[in-house]
């Protein structure tokens, strides 16, 4: 079992436990083994109890049950637990704004113990009427309850982009050469609700006959038809689509598949749209389709009938960033504060992936539940930093901080703290129910505070799991571009923040874009990728990249 999934069963049974009313010191024993854990790279499956009772924080009895989820995958007191709370109220934990006190509340006074019920019970008003609710946690019950349902057959692109490569190299070994992935993971869409692929066949009888080979894809006899199997992988939530094209048509049709309707209705030079020009004979690549409308070749990210071709007048392919662009990697985590690795470890992975520096920005002290840096820690690390440059030069790690924005916009620590660090992110952490002229206040008085280097994750937004609080985009882009601050696209998968469609908004306006990958372990900084696909798919250039900037011109930004 990986180590993540163990974390989230311990933190399920604390949360069980308080559900439950138990003793709070039982509910602490698996929230701290929990948050202990966070901090263990080597995988938790290779080690036995008494090896596992070794690590800092665990006890015996811990690491005996630690032990047993690797190998039965649960424990005695959390099948327990399952057992007496029905499966709709576990379901409820995971609710924003809903937290074990008020859940048990909900099973226990009102009787809901399903989503539906809790749902119902929100349109009746009778949560709202329940001891310590009221109207606005009912109303944000029930948006978080639409949200849910909204999301719950949709993946975030890397879930299901490795899904598709999963369809993809099986249907290339059941005999399909000729493949391609087309549609929203094509397109590098942040959030997917299908996986669809174009082949092309000679025969579709024996291609249908290759797919029912394959045990994990099961086809759904009524949507599917002589040309197109359709249907879903064994425990995934994502309909898939499989279109047979005669191989003189492949290049047109799997271009098709992959642009927004808006793309292919461009007019071409003769007068066809580029869907026309696209089916109308046959391609040898699809850099000849736009070559014989006359129009501008347009990567597949960027395909959705919105600004390409508008961008195409200034911009070509060779503009765009690549992730071989990158020379630095900014917005990381250590063990200082959240962090899996070392500062060092993570430093040292960095340059081991040829990048020429690295910015650690370890969580700063309101943020008490992330082992926020105390001034004294600051200073600590500012040494360590110092004492591996000198080991690891020509590398360099930046002094940096990951800034809460505290609720009046202000920055966590007095100025004489804030003006050591080579730079600062500043982000939102607490205080999420805001309005968007709130929100955007907040913001841009953090932006203006000449200490910001970088705006983090400007909406908050977790894809698929919570909606950002709603803010003025323009009105924070124009305070960023007047105070010469750096925008970070946040490369979690999970987050993917700012939204790609105001890249161009940014560029217009001159304010710089860093892809930050927020890694909080090595491994994190590989979803750099991420990032350098919706930055791409909003036509960001390597010329408005920040962290494209080798090393001597991100120093002298920073002014060190």
Same mark, same amino acid.
């Given at each position: 079992m990986q180590n993540a999934e163990i974390i989230r069963l311990l933190e399920l049974t604390a949360r069980l436990l308080e559900l439950n009313d138990e003793n709070p010191f039982k509910v602490r024993n698996y929230t701290n083994a929990a948050v202990a854990l966070e901090r263990v790279s080597e995988p938790l499956e290779n080690l036995?109890?008494?090896?596992?009772?070794?690590?800092?924080?665990?006890?015996?009895?811990?690491?005996?049950?630690?032990?047993?989820?690797?190998? +039965?995958g649960t424990f005695p007191e959390l099948r327990q637990l399952l057992a007496q709370v029905p499966g709709g109220v576990v379901e409820m934990l995971d609710i924003k704004g809903l937290g074990p006190k008020k859940i048990r509340a909900l099973w226990k006074d009102l009787g809901i113990e399903t989503l539906d019920e809790l749902l119902a019970?929100?349109?009746?008003?009778?949560?709202?009427?329940?001891?310590?609710? %009221?109207?606005?946690?009912?109303?944000?019950?029930?948006?978080?309850?639409?949200?849910?349902?909204?999301?719950?057959? !949709?993946?975030?692109?890397?879930?299901?982009?490795?899904?598709?490569?999963?369809?993809?190299? +099986?249907?290339? !070994?059941?005999?399909?050469?000729?493949?391609?992935?087309?549609?929203q993971v094509a397109q590098c869409s942040p959030v997917v609700d299908s996986i669809q692929l174009v082949a092309a066949v000679e025969d579709v009888t024996a291609a249908h006959a290759a797919l029912a080979g394959i045990e994990w894809m099961h086809r759904d006899d009524q949507a599917s038809g002589p040309f197109a199997w359709r249907g879903r992988m064994t425990d995934a939530p994502l309909p898939v689509e499989?279109?047979?094209?005669?191989p003189q048509k492949f290049v047109g049709q799997a271009f098709v598949h992959t642009a927004a309707a808006g793309h292919l209705a461009k007019t071409a030079q003769n007068g066809q749209t580029l869907l026309q020009v696209a089916t109308s004979e046959t391609h040898q690549d699809e850099e000849q389709i736009y070559t014989k409308a006359g129009l501008p070749y347009i990567v597949p990210e960027m395909r959705e009938g919105l600004f390409e071709f508008e961008w195409a007048k200034n911009h070509s392919e060779a503009d765009l960033v690549k992730p071989a662009d990158l020379k630095g990697v900014l917005h990381n985590h250590s063990t200082y504060s959240d962090g899996k690795h070392t500062l060092e470890e993570m430093a040292r992975y960095c340059q081991s992936l040829g990048y020429e520096y690295f910015g650690i920005?370890?969580?700063? !002290?309101?943020?008490?539940?992330?082992? %926020?840096?105390?001034?004294?820690r600051v200073r600590q690390q500012h040494q360590e930093i110092d004492a591996l440059n000198q080991k690891l030069a020509p590398f360099r790690i930046f002094k940096g901080i990951e800034s809460d924005i505290l609720t009046d916009g202000s920055l966590d620590y007095d100025d004489d703290v804030l003006k050591t660090f080579d730079f600062i992110v500043a982000s939102v952490h607490s205080g999420l129910g805001m309005d968007e002229e709130k929100a955007t206040k907040r913001l841009i008085r953090a932006v203006e505070n000449p200490y910001t280097t970088i705006l983090g994750h400007m909406t908050g937004r977790l894809l698929l799991r919570r909606e950002g609080y709603p803010v003025d985009h323009r009105k924070v882009i124009d305070a960023c571009a007047a105070n010469g601050v750096i925008i970070e696209i946040n490369a979690s998968p999970w987050r993917l923040d700012i939204d790609w469609h105001w890249l161009p908004y940014c560029m217009e306006k001159g304010v710089m874009i860093s892809i930050n990958p927020d890694a909080h372990e090595k491994n994190g900084i590989h979803d750099m990728a991420y990032g350098v696909n919706v930055a791409r798919k909003g036509g960001l250039t390597r010329a408005m990249t920040f962290n494209a900037l080798p090393l001597a011109e991100v120093g002298k930004r920073f002014g060190v």
């Open positions: 036995n109890a008494e090896q596992i009772a070794q690590l800092d924080g665990l006890s015996k009895g811990m690491a005996d049950k630690i032990v047993l989820l690797n190998t +039965e019970a929100c349109a009746d008003n009778r949560v709202a009427a329940l001891k310590g609710f %009221g109207e606005k946690t009912q109303e944000n019950i029930r948006q978080a309850l639409v949200f849910r349902q909204a999301a719950a057959s !949709k993946l975030r692109f890397d879930e299901a982009s490795t899904l598709a490569d999963m369809v993809f190299h +099986e249907l290339r !070994k059941a005999g399909l050469q000729t493949v391609y992935l087309t549609g499989v279109l047979f094209v005669p920005t370890d969580h700063s !002290k309101s943020a008490f539940y992330a082992n %926020g840096l105390t001034e004294d």
